[in-house]
T-cell receptor
Framework: AQSVSQHNHHVILSEAASLELGCNYS??????LFWYVQYPGQHLQLLLK??????LVKGIKGFEAEFIKSKFSFNLRKPSVQWSDTAEYFC????????????????FGSGTQLTVLP | NAGVTQTPKFQVLKTGQSMTLQCAQD?????MSWYRQDPGMGLRLIHY???????DQGEVPNGYNVSRSTTEDFPLRLLSAAPSQTSVYFC????????????FGPGTRLTVL
């Protein structure tokens, strides 16, 4: 079964700093990759996703992520964070389009809490 | 569309009590699922359903029951609550073949004393 690792549990940055959150997955085949964000007191929202094509994916609110297949990674980046980016960020994976059943379930990483200081 | 709705928002139970967390969606989605969110562990899948009358276990099903009598509703039942079930519970739904667009409910925060 696939698994997802997020090694940064809590990241604290000042406004305008650059952000990179790590995400690694374990599966050798085709995967679909996601970043979700959960703002305080709110439910999960999709930030961006990668299915195929250009490995550099742009999402909402200035976030982007790069899929590096050789490193099994899908790191999230933002050049300049804002206080409003304070949230918990989850990386998630499903197996590719030819998988079925439970393999197409979203498997989440443990999450990274981002705190941006004003 | 209301999207995915969950009730209640908060609940406190005593050990051994039973209760049902409600989840409903009005998007005619075939697939519905329940997750629990615990600090440092992300979201873990409890049960899921691919359509009315069809349910299956996820990663952490013990202590929970589900049923899917209609497309719209997917209740989660705790038959005998335990402190280990203290968590935030999220319901989600999507079209069966569209794994990219999953809609989450607002969550239910459950405390078991």
């Amino acid at each position: 079964a696939q698994s997802v690792s997020q090694h940064n549990h809590h990241v604290i940055l000042s406004e305008a700093a650059s952000l990179e959150l790590g995400c690694n997955y374990s599966y050798g085949g085709t995967v679909n990759l996601f970043w979700y964000v959960q703002y305080p007191g709110q439910h999960l929202q999709l930030l961006l996703k990668y299915f195929s094509g250009d490995p550099l994916v742009k999402g909402i609110k200035g976030f982007e992520a790069e899929f590096i297949k050789s490193k099994f990674s899908f790191n999230l980046r933002k050049p300049s964070v804002q206080w409003s980016d304070t949230a918990e960020y989850f990386c998630a994976v499903t197996l590719g389009p030819f998988s079925s059943g439970s393999a197409r379930q979203l498997t989440f990483g443990s999450g990274t809490q981002l705190t941006v200081l004003p | 569309n209301a999207g995915v709705t969950q009730t209640p928002k908060f609940q406190v139970l005593k050990t051994g009590q039973s209760m049902t967390l409600q989840c409903a969606q009005d998007m005619n989605h075939e697939y519905m699922s329940w997750y629990r969110q615990d600090p440092g562990m992300g979201l873990r899948l409890i049960h899921y359903s691919v359509g009315a009358g069809i349910t299956d276990q996820g990663e952490v099903p013990n202590g929970y029951n589900v049923s899917r009598s209609t497309t719209e509703d997917f209740p989660l039942r705790l038959l005998s609550a335990a402190p280990s079930q203290t968590s935030v519970y999220f319901c989600a739904s999507r079209r069966l073949e569209e794994t990219d667009t999953q809609y989450f409910g607002p969550g239910t925060r459950l405390t078991v004393l």
